[in-house]
Every structure is written in C-alpha cells, then in structure tokens.
C-alpha cells in the first residue's frame, strides 16, 4: 500500500517525537540516514551549527535534550514528493521558543533537517498582534506626541541611558540587525563614519549596480517595491538604505567612528570610545556586534617601486568613477567584481585601459546566473509557484556546506555548456578562466573565499573585443611610468587601479579591541573547505559569523543582503534571549583557527 507524502512525514515525525520525548537518543538519531545532516540555527544548540552522521546527532542531543524539551512536530503545510523522497515544512516547539523546520526524507529516513527558532516565547516582535497600540485613548495634560517621545528616546540613547548593543557599521547589514532588534525591543545604536546611511553605496563608482537580482536583496520586513528594476542602482539602493532607516525608526548615528573597545568583566559590559560629530562619547553597551562587510582593511600589495610611480593610484574602494580619462593609460591590478567594473568604467570615460590578471577567475554571466542559480528561488517566477522570501531562505539554507558543491556542480555545468561560446571566446582573448577548485561554482568561491568571481555585466565583452586589454602575470616591481611583470613585459601607465581585495576581517578586532582578542576570535569567513584560500580543519559553518565567537558578548554580523537578511534574525534573538536573562548555553561552540 503506498502512502503520499503527508503520510510518510507525519509517520516519521511522530516516531521521532515519541523517541525524543522518551529520551531514546539513539533511536532518534537512527531515523537520519547513515550520512544524514541535521543543521541547526540557535533553537536547540544557541548556535549555528551542523551535524553529521549519527554520533555527532546523539552528542548533540545528549548534550541539550533536557533543557530544549522538543514537542509538538507538525506538519505546517502538505508535504510534497514521493514515496522516495518528500519535502515538508514543519513546525516545533522548545521550552524556550517556537520553531520552524525544513525536513527531507529519503526512503523513509531523513536525510537533511533544518530546525530555526522563529521567536522567544513571551518576548515576541512587536509586531502584528504583538503591535504596539502607538496612543492612549484618553485625553490628559502634557501628552506628547509620537515625534515628541522619538526624539525623547534619540537624545537619551547613549547619554542618559546606555544602549544595551552597539552595532559597529552602518552598511546594509548594521540596519538589518539595528530593524530586528527595535522589533524585539532591545535599545540598540549603529554607528558609521558617513554622513548619512546609504552612503557606503553612494560613495562607490557610479556605474555600479547590484550583481545579484532584486528578489535576492530584500531587506527585512520591507521587500522591495515590485516595480524596481531587476538589478537596482547603488544609488538606488542607498537611498532605500536611508529611508528604511527613518520608517523602521533605528538610532543611526552618522558622521561617528568608533576609536577604541574594551571589555569590562566586572561591569559584564564593553566600554566603547566614539567620537560624534567631534565630540568624544564613550559608550558602554552589553553587547557588541561588528558589522563591518565581508572583508578588513583595502589591501595594497607592497610592490617594489609604487612609490616612484608618477601617475594617480588607489584601491578600488577609492574608485568613485566617472570623469575624463581621455588618453589616460591605466592598469586595474586584478581580474574580479571590482576589477571589471572599474575597467570598463574607465574605458567608458577614455581611458586605454589593461586589466592585469594574476590568477584564474571564476566568470558567470548574469542572465545565466538568475536563469539557472536563482530561478529556483528568487525570481519573480519563483513568486508566483509560492516560494515566499522566508522559504527561499530556508531551502537556500537547509542544504548543508558538506553536500552543497554537488548540489552547485550540475548549476554550473548547464552555465558552461549554455555558454560555451562566451567562454571560448573568452579563452581565446587570453582571460585564465575557473570554475572553483571543484567546479562548484561562484556560490561555493564565495562562501569559502569571498573572492576570485565576477558576475558579467558587460566588462567581459569588452576584454573579448579588445576594449580592454588583456595582461597575465604577477608585478616585479612598478617604476615612474610602468609596471614591470615577473616576465619583463612592461606596461605603461598613468593610473593604476588596485583591484587587489581586502585583508581579514578580524583585522578590524585587532585595530579596535586588541591583536589578542583578534587572535582569540581567530579567521572570520570560510569553513575549513581546504580549497584555496579556505585552510581546513572542517568547521560545516562559516567561521564566526552570527553567533557566539570564543570573546565573550562579541558578535561577528556580514555578508550579502540575502545572508544579512536571514542571520540577522538569529544574531537578534540570540540578542534578545542574553537581555532577558535566558538560558543561552552554547552547544558546540566553534575553536579559534587562523589568526590574522
């Protein structure tokens, strides 16, 4: 007799309840496949982590069975699938919270679960039936007004009251935290040294828009109007930067850095110098979050010689495009994202431009990428078969870092046969090409390495055509005019463009807390892959990025809008549950690897 897919999870579900609840660990982890995966986000481990195999599954839930007390395993909608394999979403719930879970089965034992904590039981959003009633009905002297009561709170945050999280960065990622944690009611400040949030977009070369589409790029809590573009500008998008600021009502400090940070243990607080405007605050939150990008500090090759070059050079992060290159001889030092932006931002203002590549490159065209990579997921096609942005997340998220190079291998392999001729053309204009250590693709290149990928649009053409020359090689040293490659080769230039990527990003932790604690924190980003640039041992998880690191009440927050967007939520609940004095108990909490 066959059973639909419902059935088949129901069953499962239910096994696994009952063996849960009577503590038959072993038998719980039995219903996983041999090499099954259970990857949690905070609900049963206060951690991101992933599980492999049965005794790495029973070590976890011997270790946190009792206090997470799992129960109610439903199903949330009617699984789909097979009687080989079904997908369900599920729902659960904690001692402490609400869950939500992604199962798959594969004949009848699940081979990846997904368990997320959506909220804190008692300490919800405070946001549809938990909404704030905003006035009181009646009428008596003195009332103030919302505005009277919001700039009340603006001008007592930091002063008179402590926030109790400092957000350091106030990019794309420092206002999703800053919006998740006003939801939940934790007073919270972001601080950055520009004059107005949005601004690190705007300050970017001018022709720059977002390499990943729109579905891609929410925001938390507000998507996108559906009329905006595909691929928005950067001026586009720090404009919604700024104005999400404002509606979701987040302490902003602008025009702010943050000089140094020290850890209190008696006070169980960090004390924060800052200078505002000119003046010198110092602030003294409890917790700290770092949410300063996916990378540290512009980095700069010490070439033998840069000093004598006569011509302009700066770092691509310097680059604000634009401007009259006109029979300007200019050098990009690299070959990724940044590199070809700005090549082809200089041949359009002028410039005879030569790209200089010092290794193979990932390349994926854009329409490939959203016709095959994103479709699935976030597309507007996507939409409309019911893939809400909260279940793309989850399914994006649901397949573990172990298995998803296979899961990336096919995507690419259609790219590259979809676009052969691109690629041959490509090769034949001399353009060293890669597909990843493994040919899993962009996706695997930048979860371990952040680097070595662009994403076409349209800069490649022109190293096809010629527009853009073509050099390989690495820099023996650059003279008054020219640099000089490791073959002799010399090329003249009157700009150089150091496409040259950025350093660590604990490198930011040594500067402003300390080198210990920056060594203590170890490598941020990565997993311990052992490709290139991502040194083992396996961590399973990005190394320090939205959860505990080895510094007490120091957070690590990053990524692209889609990671920011998602992890955001568990970094605020996290958050959340230390505020409110819960049991936060770490299970697995990660070593330190990799210093600076």
């Not at 029973?58 to 946190?64: C, G, I, Q, R, Y």
């Not at 369900?88 to 034992?109: E, I, M, P, S, Y």
């Not at 490198?507 to 920056?518: K, N, Q, R, T």
Request: aromatic share 10%.
């Amino acid at each position: 007799m066959s059973h639909s897919p419902s059935e088949i999870a129901e069953s499962w579900l239910h096994t696994f309840d009952e063996r849960l609840r009577s503590r038959d660990i072993n038998g719980a982890a039995k219903l996983f496949q041999d090499h099954g995966f259970w990857r949690d986000f905070v609900s049963f481990t206060w951690n991101i982590k992933t599980f492999e195999g049965s005794a790495e599954i029973e070590a976890m839930l011997d270790s946190t069975l009792d206090r997470v007390q799992p129960s109610g395993w439903t199903l949330l909608e009617a699984a789909e699938g097979d009687e080989h394999e079904v997908d369900a979403w599920v729902g659960f719930d904690t001692a402490q919270a609400r869950g939500k879970a992604h199962l798959r089965l594969r004949d009848g034992k699940a081979w990846t679960l997904l368990t997320t904590m959506e909220e804190i039981r008692g300490h919800e959003e405070h946001a549809g039936s938990h909404r704030d009633l905003g006035v009181r009905h009646e009428v008596v002297k003195g009332r103030r007004s919302w505005l009277e009561q919001k700039v009340d709170r603006e001008e007592r945050l930091g002063r008179d009251e402590q926030p109790y999280t400092l957000i350091v960065g106030g990019g794309q990622n420092g206002i999703n935290l800053a919006a998740r944690l006003g939801r939940l009611g934790v007073p919270a400040i972001v601080i950055d040294k520009k004059a107005r949030p949005g601004d690190n977009w705007r300050s970017r070369y001018k022709s720059l828009h977002l390499h990943d589409p729109v579905w891609f790029n929410h925001m938390p809590y507000m998507s996108y109007p559906d009329s905006w573009p595909v691929f928005p500008s950067k001026d586009k998008v720090g404009d919604w930067l700024e104005a999400y600021t404002t509606i979701m009502e987040i302490n902003y400090w602008a025009n702010t850095e943050c000089v140094k940070a020290r850890y209190d243990a008696e006070s169980d607080s960090w004390s924060v110098d800052v200078v505002r405007d000119g003046e010198h605050i110092t602030l003294r939150p409890r917790q700290l979050v770092i949410a300063l990008g996916v990378s540290g500090y512009p980095h700069i090759p010490a070439f033998d010689g840069a000093e004598d070059f006569a011509g302009a050079q700066h770092h691509s992060s310097q680059h604000s495009g634009g401007g009259d290159w006109s029979g300007k001889r200019a050098v990009v030092i690299g070959s990724n994202n940044s590199a070809h932006d700005i090549a082809a931002d200089l041949w359009e203002h002028g410039a005879d431009v030569t790209m200089l590549q010092r290794s193979s490159t990932m390349i994926a065209r854009s329409g490939s990428l959203v016709e095959y990579a994103f479709a699935p997921l976030y597309t507007e096609d996507a939409v409309k078969n019911g893939i809400s942005l909260e279940k793309a997340d989850m399914l994006a998220s649901s397949i573990p870092l172990r298995v998803a190079p296979d899961v990336q291998k096919p995507i690419y392999k259609k790219i590259a046969d979809h676009d052969a001729e691109f690629y041959a053309q490509l090769r034949e204009a001399g353009f060293a090409l890669d597909f990843g250590d493994d040919d899993s693709g962009l996706h695997m290149k930048y979860l371990r390495r952040g680097s070595g990928y662009y994403i076409d649009v349209g800069a490649s053409q022109l190293i096809i055509d010629g527009h853009v020359k073509l050099r390989q090689g690495q820099v023996s040293k650059i003279t008054e005019s020219a640099i000089i490659l490791d073959d002799g080769t010399e090329v003249e230039a009157d700009v150089i463009v150091y496409a040259t990527g950025y350093g660590s990003m604990n490198a930011w932790l040594a500067d402003l807390i300390s080198p210990e604690v920056a060594d203590q924190v170890g490598k941020c980003w990565g997993y311990g892959s052992d490709t290139t640039k991502d040194p083992g041992p396996w961590e399973g998880e990005l190394r320090n990025m939205w959860k505990p690191t080895n510094v007490e009440n120091l957070w690590i927050h990053g990524g692209n809008f889609s990671q920011g967007r998602q992890f955001s939520k568990y970094l605020a609940l996290q958050i959340k549950a230390r505020m409110e004095g819960l049991d936060t108990k770490v299970y697995g909490l990660q070593p330190s690897h990799h210093t600076r």
